[in-house]
């Protein structure tokens, strides 16, 4: 079981980055998903879910309005669109499998990892 997170990169404060998760070895398509970040010596962070039917998301406070996750669930593939970047959004981002159909902030609560992609925002 594989979850491959790409579309990192090194972009200006303002810009915008797509992020996808395409997940192999087995469907996701009744998981809930989440998207985590960790920063440079902080702890890795919640920045958005949603559930297996897409209908339900949530998302970190500081990146509501600006961060839309979705998923293609026909791909087994969850987007991050990524808008209005600023510094203080570099991280290495993870994607990651809910155990159950929904989604929840917490950590414990997924089973599955990706490995991360690097998202640098210079000012």
């Known amino acids: 079981v594989q979850l491959q997170a790409s579309g990192g990169g090194l972009v200006q404060a303002g810009d915008s980055l797509r992020l996808s998760c395409a997940a192999s070895?087995?469907?996701?398509?009744?998981?809930?998903m989440g998207w985590f970040r960790q920063a440079p010596g902080k702890e890795r962070e919640f920045v958005a879910g949603?559930?297996?039917?897409?209908?339900?998301?949530t998302y970190k406070d500081s990146v509501k309005g600006r961060f839309t996750i979705s998923r293609d669930r026909s791909k087994n593939t969850v987007y991050l669109q990524m808008n209005s970047l600023k510094p203080e959004d570099t991280a290495v981002y993870y994607c990651?499998?809910?155990?159950?159909?929904?989604?929840?902030?917490?950590?414990?609560?997924?089973?599955?990892w990706g490995q991360g992609t690097l998202v640098t925002v210079s000012s």
């Open positions: 949603i559930s297996w039917s897409g209908d339900s998301t």
């Open positions: 070895g087995r469907t996701f398509s009744n998981n809930g």
């Open positions: 990651a499998g809910h155990s159950t159909s929904y989604y929840t902030t917490r950590i414990s609560g997924y089973a599955y």
